[in-house]
């Protein structure tokens, strides 16, 4: 018993060690001078170019009206609170995984993370009339004391070996129209559950910046994420995939959105999906840009 939280102790240490050394890694090649760089950034999430964000952006967030709801305040205690902001980084590390019979998957990485001014904690409180594992949000106030709200059940993830919550994120693939803009959902991850850590820094600039890691285990008793923290699910885990089986090779939207019922309390929910552009050609996946689109000259689902 000792023994198997110890290595599970270990486990989540070298996991952390390594997706940190990942992101090292990434962050140190990045700024290498050409031609490395380019060889290595045709691999990172690139943020799109200005011009191709603010066009899309609108007809991005159109389809997502729950998370727009307007936080609702609370009439009796009119006191400051610390709501954690959860966004979502672009997919990237995007691979196609071929399978006997024609079916194929495509993988992909994702960073959720928080840019509130308080942190996201998910607190387990059992109830022994259900017998389940409810997860009340704990939202820090001025005066010291929490806000709680309901938000969601803790599950255990046979093929992760350890509890998650459930309902954190949704990955979508949409079609797109021929004036670019987005045409229908094609493949849907349904909601997933995430085990919600801090595993990598995102912005050590954030006036709020938590310097220590504050939730760095996968229980059924709290989870959470630290002010300037990012929770990263690689590729190769088990539910990072969407089936694109069937679909024609063309031109799609990969949109990521976190907290897609909007149980969780937040600061914004605008900035809650991010999406990249990507080619499917030949049982290959690229990402592309909006002008790489339109220089292909074809109409997005009819290229070749
Ligand atoms: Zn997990």
Known sequence: MIAGLHSMFLGQVIQGAMRTCVIILVAWFGMLPSPAHASWSARLPEAAPGDVFERTKDQLMAPFPKVFRPIEPDPYTPVAEYLPDLGTLPPFDLRLQL?????????????????GQGPLELINEFDPDKKLTMVYQHVLRENDERRKKLVGEFVWHPAHDHWHFEQFTLYELWSLQPDHSLGEVVA???????????????????????????????????????????????????????????LPDGFYALVSTVNPNGAILEEDYRNNAAWVFIALRNHRVAQVTLKEIKMAGCDATLCE
């Open 99 to 115: 399978l006997p019979g024609g079916r194929r998957f495509l993988r992909l990485s994702n960073t959720i993370w928080n840019s």
């Open 188 to 246: 849907s991850s349904d909601k997933l559950s995430y085990c919600v850590m801090d595993t990598d820094v995102v912005d050590w600039e954030h006036p709020k910046f938590a310097p220590r890691r504050s939730y760095v285990g996968c229980n059924q008793l709290s989870q959470g994420l630290s002010v300037g923290w990012g929770d990263t699910y690689f590729s190769y885990l088990d539910g990072q995939t969407l089936d694109l089986t069937g």
